[in-house]
């Protein structure tokens, strides 16, 4: 529990006729801020007259890609998180990053498993002066964040399976709450000041909870059609399941009114509007639990083509196409006075189309150097209304570098950069994207016949953003909202090749 005084304390001892609407107005206008799905929003002159969340149920789902756009997944494989550059893979990864390249690999069956264990924390801080906290933080951690993918090669025809989390993959653990669900709460000691009753503080136990990932089981066949062209066609059928659980409890305010034999001690915020004769906002504020589930399913149809003009020099493209994700609710219990999953109602969480290039260049017998990029089509996907805060389709790109030190061991490090196409009012405590610069090592260790380990470790340096904010009919109405991520992995994968 945490509890600060508030600094607008007011010293009036008189106690204005009471209003039960008041307050029911005022629960009513703080829900529309933060739960529009109850109380629709209103946005003038480009400042935030009512906050652009769109609810729990969209902001958290799938939230947090730990490499790629907004939504994806992109680090596939041991060998991106080494090396980052898999654009143009002829690897067995290439059956994720460049599947027409699976055609250069040997004949015969090739196996992989990789894991990754993933840490990534997540640091909002809010200046808005009426909250008890400045910083709020929330960590998620995956152990166990599989990639396994298998290909059968002969001749001029492959095909390849493949398995992973597309989107999503851990669980945010929000301890204390965020800012966007404490604010209406901390507004409440102003709102009794400003029926006449001394109130300077509030305290609140808020939690939150949200598990989100999408499972993608993939197929595709690649075809060479000379020995310089290669191309691929193939599908990935996407099985989201994301589970959210949340608490609102003890409620607190310390309104100073003797007239009702109230002190100035802090006092469960039911009992105090329960007795002025407004229940309710003593119904809204009661202890609540948030238990809820969705699912949903999409299929993404993919394309791609694989040029290599020399023995030294490979081309990549891939194309992922749109995919339509319909998700629906499955609702044990939601907050009372605000519900955010109403049980049954389905909604658009779609994948976004995406464009992929990459170049890889063999200098030397040992040493190969590989670049690329993604271009992720955000503002085309249906986000119920979301995708409109993007202001631009995020970009990223990507350099890497594999030195074989050995016939048995290659040495790789890569280098990504990430663009942040999203606009100020796309930014909210439960949903943020922040622009990132990625570094990643490793290596490749033969153990003996077609048996081979790939290690790698990843880390990514955020980029912090500032936006400001403005919440009008409070005396201080400006404050600023900094978003900031930290994030790492390890990554551990076995390969196996039966050649014929």
């Not at 906050?51 to 799938?62: A, N, Q, R």
């Not at 801080?125 to 298998?150: Q, W």
């Not at 249906?382 to 570098?401: C, F, P």
């Amino acid at each position: 529990m945490v509890t600060r005084k508030n600094r607008r304390s007011g010293n009036r001892a008189e106690i204005r006729k009471w209003n039960p609407s008041f307050f029911g107005l005022l629960f009513k206008e703080s829900v529309s801020i933060f739960f529009p799905s109850i109380y629709p929003p209103k946005i003038t002159g480009g400042v935030m007259r009512r906050s652009v969340i769109i609810g729990l149920l969209l902001l958290v789902m799938v939230q947090g890609a730990f490499a790629g756009g907004i939504l994806t997944n992109t680090n596939q494989s041991v060998q991106f998180t080494r090396m980052l550059a898999r654009n143009a893979s002829t690897d067995i990864d290439a059956v994720y990053f460049n599947p027409a390249g699976i055609t250069q690999l040997a004949d015969g069956f090739h196996f992989a498993l990789h894991n990754q264990t993933i840490s990534q924390g997540r640091i909002v801080t809010s200046t808005f002066s009426y909250l008890n906290r400045e910083k709020y933080e929330g960590d998620t951690f995956v152990p166990v964040f599989p990639n396994l993918y298998a290909v059968y090669k002969k001749e001029k025809m492959a095909f390849a399976l493949g398995f992973g989390p597309i989107a999503g993959g851990g669980s945010a653990e929000f301890k204390n709450g965020l800012p966007d669900l404490e604010m209406p709460l901390s507004l409440i000691p102003l709102s009794i000041r400003a029926a006449g009753i001394p109130t300077s503080a509030y305290s609140v136990d808020l939690a939150f909870e949200g598990v989100s990932i999408i499972y993608g089981i993939q197929f595709s066949t690649a075809y060479a059609l000379s020995e310089k062209v290669s191309v691929s066609v193939g599908a990935r059928y996407n099985i989201a399941s994301n589970t959210y659980e949340g608490s609102l409890k003890n409620v607190m305010v310390n309104p100073n009114a003797p007239a009702l034999g109230l002190g100035g001690t802090l006092i469960p915020a039911t009992n105090f509007f329960t007795a002025i004769g407004d229940p309710v906002t003593a119904m809204g504020l009661s202890d609540q639990e948030v238990d809820a589930k969705q699912s949903g399913n999409g299929i993404t149809p993919i394309i791609g083509l694989n040029i290599k003009p020399s023995r030294c020099l490979n081309i990549g493209l891939k194309y992922e196409m749109a995919t339509k994700m319909e998700i629906e609710n499955e609702t044990q219990k939601d907050l009372i006075a605000m519900p955010q999953f109403e049980d049954g109602r389905k909604m658009r969480k779609d994948l976004p189309a995406i464009l992929a290039a990459g170049v890889s260049y063999r200098v030397s017998d040992p040493l190969l150097i590989s670049v690329g990029g993604n271009l992720y089509f955000d503002k085309d996907a249906n986000w119920e209304g979301r995708e409109k805060l993007v202001d631009s389709n995020l970009w990223e790109m990507q350099i890497g570098a594999q030195y074989a030190v050995s016939e048995n061991i290659k040495v790789s490090a890569g280098f990504q950069h990430t663009a942040n196409g999203v606009s100020d009012m796309y930014q909210t405590g439960l949903d943020y994207f922040v622009g990132a610069n990625a570094i990643g090592a490793g290596a490749r260790i033969g153990l003996g016949g077609a048996l081979a380990l790939e290690l790698g470790g990843l880390y990514t340096m955020y980029q912090p953003h500032e936006v400001d904010r403005v919440y009008p009919g409070v005396p201080d109405p400006n404050y600023q909202v900094t978003f900031d991520k930290t994030a790492w992995l390890l990554s551990v994968g076995l390969e196996y090749a039966i050649r014929k």
